[in-house]
């Protein structure tokens, strides 16, 4: 059975943010939210933990361990799952950990465009956003990011995207090598965020920013939720380095006991059971990547979209329409509701990000509307 294979009728019954954010009448593939039904393996555990009433308070560390395992087996990748401890989700994660082992009021670089919720939690953890645009070919460039590491601003600590959100690039082991090797000289605090790299198909090498030399001082925060669907079951996990593992176990009861008991037997369900389903899910996601390329040339000429090799989401250059703001214009004329690029920080100006992970039927509407919101009237 495919995974993407709900009708729009049946997605129009759904009350999560995607769906109710807009009216009936306009088709979302905005959020990050993915159009398919739970992993056959999640369901039944969680069915199981809600009919025996196992709907307490989370103990254990089975998910540090689930997710030691999974990366073991999917990257080669070994870690010690007590040098990791349970966060809520991802970007509270990250925000811990940056007032955990950073100065409050001080700098932290992003690769800008980048998560948008990168620039609310940033400054809700009292720190501040020093932007280092990504290079004309949306990779590192590892020339501006080591001048500012040394530069007036003295960042203390860089929010890496690995790998990274919207434009789907993975980075190269050469890349985060050359990163851990900057932060070392100067003094940063890396904090690597993983939550889509189980998305990341065998072939296009992702790499755990933790499992290369030089990142014992590093957390990376991550999740199940990304890869399984799993948002509204709130867990993450960050691991530290075989320095910052010791700072991370200070983090108070009131962060690493404030996951949900669901959550936690929902992710580490995915994570031990449900890799046939994710293996599943990647393989529709490249369909989907190639079906949405060649819709977009046929129907909306004037776009540019360059495919990454990670995340269900398309990162489309929207500039040669000639809108003043196209995720405006793509909705109202459209019906059909995007992510502003401008959210995505500086050099976002002027781009939508498109949402792929839906039945290809769904898809072809989502480009078709885009097509009638850019035709002449």
């Known amino acids: 059975m495919a995974i993407f294979d709900l009708t729009l009728a049946e997605l129009r019954r759904r009350t999560s943010m995607k769906w109710r954010r807009y009216g009936p009448d306009v088709l979302p593939a905005w959020v990050a939210e993915m159009d398919c039904r739970p992993a056959p393996a999640v369901r039944e555990t969680l069915v199981a933990a809600i009919e025996s009433g196992d709907t307490g308070y989370p103990e254990g560390s089975d998910y540090q361990a689930a997710y030691a395992d999974f990366a073991a087996t999917r990257w080669g990748w070994d870690f010690d799952p007590n040098d990791a401890v349970i966060v809520p989700d991802v970007m509270q994660g990250v925000a811990k950990v940056a007032e955990l082992l950073t100065p409050p009021d001080t700098a932290v670089v992003v690769n800008n465009p980048v998560y948008n919720c990168f620039y609310g939690y940033l400054p809700w953890a009292k720190r501040r956003v020093l932007e280092v645009p990504l290079g004309a070919d949306g990779r590192l460039d590892l020339d501006a990011l080591a ?161 990454g090799a990670a995340t269900y989401l398309a990162w489309v250059d929207a500039r040669g329409l000639g809108l003043d703001r196209p995720v405006q214009q793509f909705r109202t004329r459209g019906r059909v509701a995007l992510s502003d690029g401008a959210a995505f920080g500086s050099g976002g100006e002027g781009f939508v990000r498109v949402n792929l992970a839906t039945s290809p039927e769904i898809l072809t509407e989502v480009v078709a509307r885009m097509g009638r919101a850019v035709a002449p009237a």
Not at 195 to 218: K, M, N, Q, R
């Open 147 to 307: 001048a500012a590491f040394a530069g007036p601003e003295r960042p203390s600590a860089y929010l890496l995207c690995n790998p990274h959100n919207p434009t789907g690039t993975v980075h190269s082991p050469a890349e985060l090598t050359r990163v851990a090797e900057l932060a070392a000289e100067h003094g940063v605090a890396v904090i690597s965020d993983e939550i889509h790299a189980p998305l990341v198909p065998a072939d296009a090498g992702f790499v755990p920013y933790l499992s290369l030399p030089g990142t014992e001082d590093a957390v990376t925060v991550t999740s199940a939720s990304k890869a399984w669907n799993l948002a509204g079951l709130k867990a993450a996990v960050a691991i530290g380095g075989t320095r910052a593992a010791a700072a991370l176990r200070t983090l108070p009861n009131e962060v690493t006991g404030s996951a949900s008991h669901l959550g936690i037997l929902s992710h580490v369900a995915a994570l031990e059971k449900a890799r046939d389903w994710l293996d599943e899910a990647i393989d529709e996601i490249a369909a989907n990547r190639a079906l949405f390329s060649e819709l977009l040339a046929r129907d909306v000429p004037g776009a540019v979209y360059r495919p």
